[in-house]
């Protein structure tokens, strides 16, 4: 009997150990580049499973003139805010998978703004409209060793092009915006 007991509560003690609470970190920082631009971020926890995701970077545009023939390369600032719900953190910890870094799944709502500002210099004529995206979006994210990390990302959402004065847009100021995301990253 007495060895039944010692089996049953170790067997409990390791089921305990196993049960952790799974959660994001309380505020993770680092930088990340992907193939158009530059970004430093800070995710901060609001739940559990919830990380609220601060951006501030650079997006990149290659463009080219179709009379002229030629082609320009501007870096505008972007500003962004990301609830992001990593949903799949305890099936990790089950499954003994790092969740450390906010190494996960996840669901969000990507808010970016870019302000009429641009790094670079535009052909004649050509202004830049400053612009807002609200992006439903799914991604993954994984850390590679104790520092490096990589992120991917899909969805599809909404735009809006604040007008300026004396601008000529298209018919529409608002329509569809595709995220589609690819970063390196290091965490500090």
């Not at 790094?119 to 400053?130: M, W």
């Not at 735009?159 to 995220?179: C, P, Q, R, S, T």
């Amino acid at each position: 009997m007495k060895q039944f007991l010692l089996a049953l509560v170790f067997t409990l003690s390791v089921f305990e150990i196993a049960a952790q609470n799974a959660s994001v970190e309380k505020s993770t920082f680092g930088i990340q580049t992907g193939f158009l631009g530059v970004w430093a971020h800070n995710e901060s926890k609001l739940s559990n499973a919830i990380a609220l995701r601060s951006e501030l970077g650079l997006d990149a545009a290659i463009f080219g003139e179709n009379f002229v023939g030629s082609q320009s390369f501007i870096m505008v600032p972007a500003i962004t805010l990301e609830p992001r719900w990593y949903y799949n953190l305890s099936k990790r910890v089950t499954k003994k998978r790092r969740i450390d870094g906010n190494s996960g799944n996840f669901v969000s709502i990507k808010t970016t703004y870019h302000p009429d500002l641009v790094l670079g210099s535009l052909p004649a004529n050509t202004v830049f409209i400053s612009d807002i995206t609200i992006i439903p979006t799914w991604g993954i994210r994984r850390n590679v060793g104790k520092h490096f990390t990589y992120e991917t990302g899909i969805g599809i959402g909404y735009y809006h092009l604040f007008k300026k004065d004396n601008v000529f847009l298209f018919e529409d100021e608002n329509g569809v915006a595709v995220n589609l995301h690819l970063r390196i990253g290091y965490r500090f």
